[in-house]
């Protein structure tokens, strides 16, 4: 039995070095014949050896890129800005030992062991450090499903989207048109057509080239292409800004990135060739193709602290403000997440009530935790301070005045036309409906602080466009509520139209741009 013979013989050598600096490697050796040599930490796994943990994950900070381009293929097109969230991405493609270990589990299906383009064989063997392929997009849904039984830590393992695959492969939107930057593709840095492989398979061990992102993550260009979680789209006219995943349910076509090792290099003129970070092609996702594998991805850590800033006493109105500190940003699906969690806000995730449908439920994603909270009704911001207050923190926490709200929108001076200033209101500076007049809002809701030229000159964002937030006329709850500030869907007719609007309908309501943000002052909650 060759597997039998490769799996007990193993010879160290000692290349004439000793000490420390000795080249200590393992040579494998099948039915007596040589045949290669790598070093001892990538011998093969096995079940035992090389579970879950074996998959090395890399931190992707949150950020904003521009995906596609305006220029080129059609299916590229246009070039956009997509929000990405936190992230937590496979370094390497998903490897047969990683994939085996859910096959040993009988959960995953075992791979065409008839297919020699897939190189499956029901043991251990030499290739087990190399990419997995013949993968259909749903052999790697369910693997990433028994990743998440394995460990609650990995209970969001998941397929990467079309959005977050090109975020990570432009080095988070700093790189393009390649993972490494801008020097010219070679085999030193991706496996594709024409490059040297082993005697066997056209893949080589995953992390073998120097083609690494800036993160780290190997492998996005060449030895497998990857498939990500979305439909095929024709073009990016109407494909999601916040990273989620492009679904249509009347296609019958999934989306795969990153070429492979038969992919070729085929320069278009001036721009990228075939084998770039914005190439994409189309195949049925039920389909086991033999250059197709894939990675996994899962949501990284919510950080959604409570920033805040302290304004001074002075005037709004000619009433007198006393001193009080305000919530640096709208409150956040992330912040909000974290009260839910606590057990005292409503749960909203499952939410299909008033003008949002499902716009409540889509919010809680994972893709729009740094997004502003919306669809929130009065009493869902009354149970975020009842949250606050109830730590203890030392602060009473509540809803602003209309007085206070527009003393920090004036940059506490009482007499600004706007946060910034009194420059006109654009796109630059707000997230408003500006369709009628030029192109650049986003006709959505976006991450929180995306407009520092709105800022007022203490910091605080999105005081006009993202959301509406709501505001009451006095300090008593009872008093009429309120929204104010332009939301994403607010069309800024005129200097005076962000001050305020009044809401029709009496709390509770729903409605798909309202949220809110939040004041303190020093002293125990009664």
């Known amino acids: 039995d060759p597997n039998a013979i490769y799996d007990k013989i193993s010879i160290f050598f000692n290349f004439g070095v000793s000490g420390a600096d000795a080249d200590e490697r393992v040579y494998y050796f099948d039915d007596l014949t040589f045949w290669g040599e790598r070093p001892l930490t990538r011998a093969p796994c096995t079940a035992q050896s090389c579970p879950y943990t074996s998959i090395e994950w890399v931190n992707i900070d949150q950020g904003k890129f521009t995906k596609g381009v305006d220029q080129g293929i059609d299916n590229e097109t246009p070039a956009h800005l997509v929000t990405i969230p936190n992230l937590q991405v496979m370094k390497s493609e998903v490897t047969i030992g990683q994939y085996r270990s859910c096959v040993d589990a009988q959960v995953c299906e075992p791979l065409n062991q008839n297919d020699t383009g897939c190189v499956w064989s029901s043991t251990i063997n030499r290739y087990e450090d190399h990419p997995a392929r013949c993968l259909s997009r749903i052999d790697l849904s369910t693997f990433a499903e028994w990743l998440g039984d394995q460990h609650s830590a990995f209970a969001d393992a998941r397929l990467m989207t079309e959005s977050e695959w090109e975020f990570v492969a432009t080095s988070r939107g700093v790189t393009s048109p390649f993972p490494w930057g801008v020097d010219l593709i070679g085999c030193h840095l991706a496996h594709y057509q024409g490059c040297e492989s082993g005697p066997t398979l056209p893949t080589i061990p995953v992390c073998t080239t120097a083609g690494n992102s800036i993160q780290g993550l190997c492998d996005l260009l060449g030895n497998v292409a990857e498939w990500v979680a979305d439909d095929w789209p024709n073009d990016y006219l109407n494909t999601p800004r916040d990273g989620s995943p492009f679904i249509n349910t009347s296609s019958d076509q999934g989306t795969i990135r990153g070429g492979h090792f038969d992919y070729p290099y085929t320069p278009r003129g001036s721009t990228p060739g075939d084998l770039s970070t914005t190439m994409h092609t189309a195949s049925d996702p039920r389909r086991r193709v033999p250059h197709v594998g894939g990675r996994l991805a899962r949501f990284g850590e919510v950080d ?8 001074p006493l002075g005037t709004w109105n000619n009433s007198r403000v006393l001193p009080f500190d305000i919530m640096k940003t709208e409150i956040t699906v992330g912040h909000y997440r974290r009260c839910m969690e606590a057990g005292i806000c409503e749960d909203l995730s499952s939410n299909q009530l008033g003008s949002c449908g499902g716009l409540v439920t889509l919010q809680f994603n994972g893709y729009r935790d740094h997004h502003p909270l919306r ?3 009065l009493d869902n ?4 301070t009842q949250w606050l207050n109830n730590q203890a923190l030392g602060y009473q926490y509540r809803i602003p005045s209309i007085n206070e709200w527009l003393y920090a929108n004036s ?6 036309t706007y946060p910034w200033g009194t420059q006109s209101i654009s796109c630059d500076e707000a997230n408003v409906d500006m369709s009628s007049s030029q192109q650049g809002c986003s006709l959505d809701t976006e991450v929180v602080c995306s407009h520092p030229a709105g800022d007022t000159s203490q910091g605080l ?19 009429s509520l309120k929204a104010i500030g332009l939301s994403y869907l607010s069309v800024p007719l005129s200097a005076s139209s962000f001050e305020m609007h009044e809401l029709l309908q009496n709390p509770p309501i729903y409605h798909e741009s309202l949220g809110g943000r939040l004041v303190r002052i020093s002293g125990r909650a009664p």
């Open 381 to 384: 911001i009354l149970e975020m």
């Open 304 to 311: 959604a602290p409570l920033e805040w800033i302290s304004l």
């Open 411 to 416: 940059n506490a001076t009482g007499n600004e």
């Open 375 to 377: 669809c929130a009704t």
């Open 461 to 479: 964002c999105d005081m006009i466009g993202n959301v509406a937030e709501h505001a009451v006329s006095g300090i008593r709850i009872q008093s």
